[in-house]
Nanobody, 116 residues
Framework: QVRFVESGGGLVQPGGSLRLSCSAS????????MAWYCQAPGRQRELVAS???????NYADSVKGRFTISRDGTKNTMWLQMNSLKPEDTAVYYC??????????WGQGTQVTVSS
């Protein structure tokens, strides 16, 4: 059974940075396309950034130029470097395969709050 654990969230001021981490177990991580998703209060979970098994990346327009997704298949780990954070980035952030659906196994997520 696949299991994802997200960490690294917190409270940060606008313009600040955070680095989220995702560790995966129960799967051959390096075979999968992976992604970060976020869910803000009252909104649907949405895609933030994705990375293929070969390392190609794609970003939501709202985070392009500010966020960077990366992975290390040998360590079953993925990261999301978040710079120039804005209040609208406030959400719970999740990692999972790409694509992923509500019926898939999800972790607890990590809360990111951007506020002065």
């Amino acid at each position: 059974q696949v299991r994802f654990v997200e960490s690294g969230g917190g409270l940060v001021q606008p313009g600040g940075s955070l680095r989220l981490s995702c560790s995966a177990s129960g799967t051959i991580f390096s075979f999968y396309h992976m992604a970060w998703y976020c869910q803000a209060p009252g909104r649907q979970r949405e895609l933030v950034a994705s990375i293929t098994s070969g390392g190609s990346t794609n970003y939501a327009d709202s985070v392009k130029g500010r966020f960077t997704i990366s992975r290390d298949g040998t360590k079953n780990t993925m990261w999301l470097q978040m710079n120039s954070l804005k209040p609208e980035d406030t959400a719970v952030y999740y990692c999972n395969k790409f694509p992923a659906y509500d019926s898939d196994q999800w972790g607890q997520g990590t809360q990111v709050t951007v506020s002065s």
